[in-house]
């Protein structure tokens, strides 16, 4: 998200500001998931968000069990979705959050245990982190991190895989984390739900406000324990290539990306991809 980058203060300002709650997202519902298996532990959905009986906006979903798939950074030069899983051959990939004009991070990211980015910025408020070093049963293999009100040491994560993004839309309160700002974009977020997997939203249009689809995800029936804004914008991207299936969310961009020297804000210098274990 380069080009909003150099305005990253006021951003945050904007999102956290208080604003009345969207009214008009607070009834949303949604279809029940008709989950299709990729591999073993790992599902995909496409979902209508419902506003009464009528179809408002849609979204993709993978839904991963983390005991039988694991979870990769990558960061390097920019490059498209479809370069970046033609070189890692990860049979899901997604963006990961905001990085500057330089494609740097602006945020912490581990990849493979190697920190990228800054160590500390106060305007992270969360983390996505997987993989532990090592077997303990008291770690998860993925999760979320509250990076305000849970006292985190960076240097001694014990997680070789992280992206550090802002806001998170909720916590393991339940409290939504986000104030309405009433800017409507694409979203990637990834949240923990209670049973211990990670589901991946990604929506297929710009309905949603950050408040509106914290409102929405806590109140879905996908028992939402934790979840974390990633980049959005022309950066909210998912790609799912096997060899039963190829998708890619948001469907309108693949019209956008012929001329991908004069659309570089499609190109990622960092995401995430999903193997089986």
Not at 34 to 42: A, D, E, I, K, N
Not at 126 to 141: I, N, Q, T, W
């Amino acid at each position: 998200m380069h080009p909003r980058i150099i305005l990253l203060p006021l951003i945050l300002l904007l999102w956290l500001w208080p604003a009345a709650a969207g009214a008009e997202d607070a009834d949303l519902s949604h279809t029940p998931p008709q989950w299709q298996v990729l591999s073993r532990g790992l599902l995909f959905s496409e979902i209508s968000v419902l506003k009464g009986d009528t179809a408002v906006a849609s979204l993709a979903v993978v839904k991963v069990d983390p005991a039988h798939n694991r979870f990769q950074v990558f960061h390097d030069t920019p490059r498209t979705i479809f370069q970046w899983q033609e070189e890692t051959q990860a049979p899901v990939l997604f963006n990961a959050a905001y990085y500057s004009l330089t494609g740097q991070p602006v945020g912490l990211i581990l990849t493979d245990g190697r920190p990228v980015g800054p160590w500390y910025n106060q305007q992270m408020r969360g983390m996505f982190v997987a993989e532990p070093k090592g077997v303990s049963p008291d770690l998860p293999r993925a999760t979320i991190l509250d990076l305000v009100n849970s006292r985190v040491d960076v240097r001694n994560l014990p997680w070789t895989q992280g992206v550090q993004s802002f806001p998170l839309l909720l916590d393991y309160k339940g409290r939504i984390r986000v104030k309405e700002s009433g800017k409507r974009a694409h979203r990637t977020v990834i949240a923990a739900d209670r049973h211990g997997n990670i589901l991946i939203f990604n929506t297929r249009d710009d309905y949603f406000t950050l408040h509106g689809l914290a409102l929405f995800l806590k109140a879905s029936a996908f028992e939402i324990d934790s979840a974390l804004n990633l980049d959005g914008g022309t950066e909210a991207q998912l790609y799912i290539k096997t060899r039963e299936r190829e998708y890619f969310s948001p469907p309108a961009w693949t019209t956008k990306l012929g001329s991908l020297l004069d659309r570089r804000e499609f190109l990622l210098p960092t995401v995430i991809g999903i193997f089986p274990r």
